[in-house]
């Protein structure tokens, strides 16, 4: 079966940082667009980043400069370096994949079951 689970979650103070993974099991990872979505209590799913089949990526505005997406093919996983992290970062974090590297989530067919990340003091 076709799964991604994500790991690395927990709490961390503000200006702290954190790696979430994705690992990737039952189809090969790099074929495909690998995104990070987050969602906040109350708010809709937002896109925070993806990385092509090329290595491309994309960074929403709010956290360019701050995260970094990477894969590791011969792990099948993809990673979320998150640095600085701010109060307005906490969210269930999930990733996906699909075809199309973009911010929408109707452009990723398959998902993780989510990791919180909550920044507090």
């Known amino acids: 079966q076709l799964q991604l689970v994500e790991s690395g979650g927990g709490v961390v103070q503000p200006g702290g940082s954190l790696r979430l993974s994705c690992a990737a099991s039952?189809?090969?990872?790099?074929?495909?667009?690998s995104g990070w979505f987050r969602q906040a209590p109350g708010k809709e799913r937002e896109g925070v980043s993806c990385?092509?089949?090329?290595?491309?990526?994309y960074y929403a505005d709010s956290v360019k400069g701050r995260f970094t997406i990477s894969r590791d093919n011969a792990k099948n996983t993809v990673y979320l370096q998150m640095n600085s992290l701010e109060s307005e970062d906490t969210a269930v974090y999930y990733c996906?994949?699909?075809?199309?590297?973009?911010?929408?989530?109707?452009?990723?067919?398959?998902w993780g079951q989510g990791t919180q990340v909550t920044v507090s003091s």
């Open positions: 996906a994949v699909g075809r199309r590297c973009s911010s929408q989530a109707r452009d990723f067919g398959s």
């Open positions: 039952g189809f090969i990872l790099d074929s495909y667009v």
């Open positions: 990385i092509s089949s090329g290595v491309r990526t």
